[in-house]
T-cell receptor, first 113, second 113 residues
C-alpha cells in the first residue's frame, strides 16, 4: 500500500530536549516536505527536499532541521524544542514537486511543556 | 470561502444536497490548483486537481471549476454524504521564481443527516 508513515503519532516533551520525528514514504517520490498546522494559520511549510541531499527552507524553518540521506526518509529534527513549537506536524511526499498530488502522513501531535 | 482568523468558515448542508466550496487564490502566476480533504485526526487527502489551461474538471461526485479572470476556484460535491464532513483546503502552485504551494485556510463542511 502506497503510504507516508510518520512516527510517533503523539509526543509530549520538555523544553530543550532534542527530538526527531521520522517520516518514510514507499512510493519512490523525489519531493518530500514537512508542514505544521496550527488553528487559524492553516498548513505552513517548514522544510522541503527535492531529492537526496537537497533540502531547502520553507516558510517557517526557524528551530527545525531536516536531512535527506536516503530517498525514502525525511526526518524532522528539533534540536531544542520550545513551547511555540507545540503543533500538529505533517510529512508529505509527491512524485515531482509542488505541481503534483501530495500524499500526507497521519500527523504527529507534539506538545512541548 | 477562505478567511483569516481562528474560526474556519463553515458550510452546513443537508445529506443528499449539492455542496459548493469556494476559494479565492492569490496569484496570477499560479499554474496548478488542488483540493484536499482533511478528516478529523487525519492528514490531508487529495481530492481533485486542475491545471491552469483548463476551466473545469470532473471526478467521481466532485467537480472543480477554475475562473482565472477573477482568480476563483470552486469545489462542487454532488449528493453530499455524511462521510464528506471534513475540512477542505484549496492550494495553488505558484509558478514564479520561487515555486511553492500556497494553501488556503480551509472550509469546514458539515453534513446534516
Amino acid at each position: 500500500e502506497a503510504q507516508v508513515t510518520q512516527n510517533p503519532r503523539y509526543l509530549i516533551t520538555v523544553t530543550g530536549k532534542k527530538l526527531t520525528v521520522t517520516c518514510s514514504q514507499n512510493m519512490n517520490h523525489e519531493y518530500m516536505s514537512w508542514y505544521r498546522q496550527d488553528p487559524g494559520l492553516g498548513l505552513r511549510q517548514i522544510y522541503y527536499s527535492m531529492n537526496v541531499e537537497v533540502t531547502d527552507k520553507g516558510d517557517v524553518p526557524e528551530g527545525y532541521k531536516v536531512s535527506r540521506k536516503e530517498k525514502r526518509n525525511f526526518p524532522l529534527i528539533l534540536e531544542s524544542p520550545s513551547p511555540n513549537q507545540t503543533s500538529l506536524y505533517f510529512c508529505a511526499s509527491s512524485f515531482m514537486g509542488t505541481g503534483d498530488e501530495a500524499f500526507f502522513g497521519q500527523g504527529t501531535r507534539l506538545t512541548v511543556v | 470561502g477562505e478567511s483569516v482568523g481562528l474560526h474556519l468558515p463553515t458550510l452546513s448542508v443537508q445529506e443528499g444536497d449539492n455542496s459548493i466550496i469556494n476559494c479565492a487564490y492569490s496569484n496570477s502566476a499560479s499554474d496548478y490548483f488542488i483540493w484536499y480533504k482533511q478528516e478529523s485526526g487525519k492528514g490531508p487527502q487529495f481530492i481533485i486537481d486542475i491545471r491552469s489551461n483548463m476551466d473545469k474538471r470532473q471526478g467521481q461526485r466532485v467537480t472543480v471549476l477554475l475562473n482565472k479572470t477573477v482568480k476563483h476556484l470552486s469545489l462542487q460535491i454532488a449528493a453530499t454524504q455524511p462521510g464528506d464532513s471534513a475540512v477542505y483546503f484549496c492550494a495553488e502552485n505558484y509558478a514564479g521564481n520561487n515555486r511553492k504551494l500556497i494553501w488556503g485556510l480551509g472550509t469546514s463542511l458539515a453534513v446534516n443527516p
